[in-house]
C-alpha cells in the first residue's frame, strides 16, 4: 500500500564524503516496501521556508547555494529504499548530495520532519521471491523442488543503495508475509504456484531444504572509503569488492570481479543497480554467459506515479521496442530486455 506521511527523522549522519544515510519513521511503508522500491521525497518539506525571513524569493538559504526558490523542489526526488525495519517501523535511504533537493534533504536535523510518498515502483523479484515459495531450489519435473540457487548481488557506486535490502531478505530466508503474485510470470518460467502455499516435508509439498538461497554480493567503486556506504559485511553473504584504484579489493571494474569469480563459483541469477556504464557491461556479460537477471534503472522524474511520462526507458529488443515508465513499470527491468542507447 503506497502511503503519503510526514515521517519523523530518527536519524541522520554522514557515510563518505558528500553521502548521508537518513532513517524515518515510517511504520506503514516499513510494512510494505519490498527491495527494489523507492520514496519520492519532497526535499524542501512541503513548506514555504525562508519566509517570512527577509528572503529575495520565497526559498531556503542552503549553504553553499544560496537562496533556492520552492519552485523546483515542488518536484520530489526519488531515492530508493536502503533498508527498512519492519518491527521498528523505520525506513532508511542512503543518498548523495548532488543538486538542490538533496542539499536541502541534507540540513534535516534529527527530530524533523520528511514528507514521503511511498513505497513506489516495482522491485526486484529474483525467482521465488516474493512468491512465497518455500525453498530457493529449482523446479526439476517429477522431483518437484530441488537444491537451492546461488544469487549474485552487483553494485556500482550508490548503486547500492536499493541493493542491501535485497541482500539482507534474501540472506535470511523468504519473508514469513511473502504472498504469491500470480500477475507476474517467473522469469525462469517455473509454473506459477498462484495461491498454494506449501507445507514443507509435508505429502504432495515441497521437499525441505534451506529457505535461504546462496548470496554473493560483487560491489564496486572508486576508492575504498566508498565502499563502506553500504554494510554488507554484516549479512551472512559471500561478499567480493573492486575498486577503479586497487585501494581495497579487486583492482578494475566490478563487472571484471564478477566475471572472474562467476567461472569457478557459478551462479543462477544476478540482480543489479549502478551506474549506466556498468549495467551495460553487465548485461554484456550476462548475455555471453547465457544468465538471468535483473537490473534497477534510474531516470530523472517528475510525478514518480505514472503520470507524467517523464522517466521513460527503451524496454524490449534492438530492433522491437517501447517505452517504458521507469517510476511505475520499473525501476526494476529483466536485464536482457533493456535497450541501450
Ligand atoms: C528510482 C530511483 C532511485 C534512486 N535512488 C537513489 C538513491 O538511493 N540514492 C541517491 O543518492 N540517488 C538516488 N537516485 C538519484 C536521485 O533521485 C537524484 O540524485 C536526485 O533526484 C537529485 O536531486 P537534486 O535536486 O539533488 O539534484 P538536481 O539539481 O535535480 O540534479 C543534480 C544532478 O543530478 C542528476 N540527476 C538528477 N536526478 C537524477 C536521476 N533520477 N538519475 C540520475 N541522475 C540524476 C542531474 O542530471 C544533475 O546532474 C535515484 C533515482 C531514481 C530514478
Ligand atoms: S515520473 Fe511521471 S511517469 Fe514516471
Not at 520565497?58 to 533498508?83: E, F, I, M
Not at 518455500?134 to 543503495?161: M, Y
Not at 543489479?272 to 554484456?284: I, T
Request: aromatic share 6%; net charge positive.
Amino acid at each position: 500500500m503506497t502511503c503519503i506521511t510526514d515521517a519523523k527523522v530518527i536519524s541522520h549522519r554522514r557515510v563518505a564524503a558528500g553521502c548521508r544515510r537518513l532513517v524515518l519513521a515510517a511504520p506503514d511503508i516499513a510494512r510494505a516496501v519490498k527491495p527494489g522500491q523507492f520514496l519520492h521525497v519532497r526535499c524542501d518539506g512541503g513548506t514555504h521556508a525562508g519566509y517570512p525571513r527577509g528572503a529575495p524569493t520565497r526559498g531556503t538559504h542552503v549553504s553553499g547555494l544560496g537562496w533556492v526558490g520552492s519552485a523546483d523542489l515542488l518536484l520530489r526526488r526519488p531515492l530508493s529504499v536502503y533498508d527498512a525495519d519492519r518491527e521498528r517501523g523505520t525506513v532508511t535511504i542512503l543518498y548523495r548530495v548532488v543538486g538542490r533537493g538533496t542539499a536541502l534533504l541534507a540540513e534535516k536535523r534529527t527530530g524533523g520532519r520528511v514528507n514521503v510518498l511511498g513505497p513506489l515502483g516495482r522491485g526486484f523479484e529474483p525467482p521465488g521471491y516474493p512468491r512465497g515459495v518455500p525453498t530457493w531450489g529449482t523446479h526439476v519435473s517429477g522431483s518437484g523442488w530441488v537444491g537451492h540457487r546461488r544469487v549474485a548481488i552487483v553494485g556500482g557506486g550508490l548503486g547500492v543503495a536499493p541493493l542491501f535490502f535485497l541482500a539482507r531478505e534474501l540472506s535470511a530466508g523468504v519473508s514469513e508475509d511473502a504472498r504469491p503474485d500470480p500477475t507476474r510470470p517467473d522469469p525462469l518460467g517455473v509454473p506459477a504456484l498462484a495461491g498454494r502455499v506449501p507445507r514443507a516435508g509435508a505429502p504432495g509439498g515441497y521437499p525441505r531444504v534451506p529457505a535461504r538461497p546462496a548470496v554473493a554480493v560483487f560491489q564496486g567503486a572508486r576508492t575504498a572509503p566508498e565502499l563502506d556506504l553500504a554494510d554488507f559485511s554484516v549479512l551472512p553473504v559471500d561478499l567480493f569488492t573492486a575498486t577503479d584504484d586497487g585501494s581495497r579489493g579487486y583492482a578494475g571494474s566490478v563487472v571484471e570481479l564478477f566475471l572472474d569469480t562467476v567461472c569457478h563459483e557459478p551462479v543462477d541469477w544476478v540482480s543489479a543497480a549502478g551506474p549506466p556504464g556498468m549495467l551495460r557491461a553487465l548485461a554484456g556479460a550476462l548475455q555471453t554467459l547465457g544468465l538471468p537477471g535483473e537490473f534497477s534503472l534510474e531516470e530523472r522524474m517528475g510525478c514518480g506515479i505514472g503520470a507524467c511520462v517523464c522517466c521513460s526507458c527503451r524496454i524490449g529488443t534492438p530492433e522491437r521496442w517501447e517505452y517504458r515508465r521507469v517510476c511505475a513499470d520499473g525501476p526494476v527491468f529483466p536485464a536482457r530486455e533493456v535497450v541501450w542507447e
